[in-house]
């Protein structure tokens, strides 16, 4: 019998069968083979998009791995972990790079599979065998609806190629179309954890450390990837586009809601990945793709940081989150007053809302190192930081922008964004209020963002 470690303390376990020891080796083995074999017949293909989730995913795997050795010392499951997470990673690689709809849908498929066992590893807990379920549920979803779409495409296009399917999207049938991108944007919401499918994240936090970190290094953030890759599929259906922002304007939201009444830290992180998931998908909604990809990408470096550091924040006081009264409300007329400018300037046309955001975010941290210095002179150096941000997110973006360019079509005209704009920022000075007790939600409201992504309960023996 082998100990391993629950919430409850050390609980004696069986140790893994051979079977269960040899899954991880032979999806490992598997896809190794196909990146080979997909390098070797020429079924590769370097994007932007697919560059940055495949740098994403192998500049994390390993830092990942390096910190599951200490923190998972004394699991007996840590050899399985890692060969996981490596194949995590070569699935990601794989989906990443894919010319040819086979290997795509392998490497998407691949990624799920993996990360159900990933999170079920805690094998003896009840909990961590629920999350696992619903990560399943929520995988074979997004599994189907790719399948489904990247079948679609090639049957109508009569071509196996993402690249041949792409340049031929406009003398596809237009139902054809229409058909493949709302599987396209089921398949992307599923394994962003957008609503209806936030449930799943929410409860992965029973899953180790470890692998909530390796979920940003390119797993649930794939969804922005997928979209971005079949960018002419999405916007050959408005009415798909639509339905994606309004699905990505109901997860920020959700996710921002979630994140007042969750005092659990790693709680707490996945109610904002649910909504930064949601601001993303609405950004690929708006075409404003290089935005979104470099969204993905910094959310996923910092939240991957955010949860390998999270386990150092238990027992610390919870500190403020909120900005004196007056101020977020200033921040954001300021905010408007620049992008009703921009919008006269004809500067960001299909960006105006990521940017005003990124804008009212980087506004807020450069007022918190301001107030700072009132109490330390020596602390002068953090005023520096939200600048260096502002400048590196500014650099990036036009790094990004002119290998990844946005749309020619932009779904919502500028008045329209400011108009979305406003709404957000609305919603931002109404929660730095309720995280600073100035108002508070109703009990009711409360209680079910307090319970969201709980277990349902059930007679059944686990």
């Known amino acids: 019998m082998a100990s391993t470690y629950s919430p409850s303390g050390f609980a004696t376990a069986p140790a893994p069968s051979t079977a269960t020891s040899l899954a991880p080796r032979a999806a490992l083995a598997v896809m190794a083979i196909a990146l080979v074999a997909a390098g070797a017949d020429g079924l590769v293909t370097a994007t932007p998009a697919g560059l940055a989730l495949a740098g994403l995913s192998i500049l994390l795997t390993p830092l990942v791995l390096v910190f599951a050795r200490r923190h998972l010392r004394a699991d007996p499951r840590r050899a399985a972990h890692g060969r996981l997470a490596t194949a995590l990673a070569a699935a990601t690689v794989l989906l990443a790079l894919a010319d040819n709809v086979l290997l795509l849908a392998a490497g998407w498929i ?5 990360m159900t066992a990933l999170v079920g590893h805690a094998a003896d807990w009840a909990e961590a065998r629920a999350a696992a379920r619903r990560v399943t549920r929520a995988a074979l979803i997004a599994d189907l609806a790719l399948v489904g779409a990247l079948g679609t495409l090639a049957f109508a296009a009569k071509s ?4 041949g399917i792409l340049a031929a999207v406009p003398a596809l049938p237009p139902a054809a179309v229409l058909a493949a991108a709302g599987l396209l944007v089921l398949a992307a919401v599923a394994r962003c954890a957008a609503p209806p499918f936030s449930g799943w994240l929410l409860s992965s936090v029973a899953a180790p450390t470890p692998v909530s970190a390796l979920m940003h290094a390119g797993f649930v953030n794939a969804g922005g990837f997928l979209l971005i890759r079949f960018a002419p599929v999405l916007e050959a259906a408005p009415a798909a586009r639509a339905l994606l922002l ?3 304007i109901g997860g920020a939201l959700w996710g921002s809601a979630l994140m007042l009444v969750r005092s659990d830290v790693k709680g707490a992180l996945a109610a904002s990945t649910v909504a930064q998931m949601g601001f993303m998908l609405l950004t690929c909604a708006l075409g404003a793709y290089a935005a979104a990809l470099w969204h ?4 996923g470096l910092f939240k991957a940081w955010l949860f390998l550091g999270s386990a150092g924040t238990i027992g610390r006081p919870r500190q403020a989150k909120a900005l004196p009264q007056a101020v977020p409300a200033l921040i954001a007329l ?3 007053i620049i992008a009703a400018l921009a919008m006269e300037a004809g500067i960001a046309e299909t960006a105006l809302l990521p940017l005003g955001l990124a804008l009212a975010a980087l506004l807020s941290a450069l007022l918190v190192a301001a107030s700072s210095l009132r109490r330390d002179h020596v602390r002068l150096v953090l005023i520096a930081v939200p600048a260096l941000l502002i400048a590196l997110n500014v650099g990036a973006l036009a790094l990004i922008g002119a290998v990844q360019p946005d749309t020619t079509a932009p779904l919502l005209s500028p008045p329209w964004q400011i108009a979305l704009l406003s709404l957000f920022l609305a919603g931002w000075v109404v929660q730095q209020d309720l995280a600073a007790g100035r108002r ?5 409201l409360h209680a079910r963002l307090l319970h969201a992504g709980a277990p349902a309960t059930s007679s059944r023996k686990d």
Request: proline letters at 8%; hydrophobic letters at 65%.
């Open 334 to 336: 300021a905010v408007l």
């Open 160 to 163: 196996a190629t993402i690249g």
């Open 296 to 299: 993905m990408v910094a959310h």
């Open 440 to 444: 508070a939600l109703p009990p009711a």
């Open 246 to 248: 309004a699905i990505g």
């Open 110 to 114: 691949a990624a799920g599979r993996v």
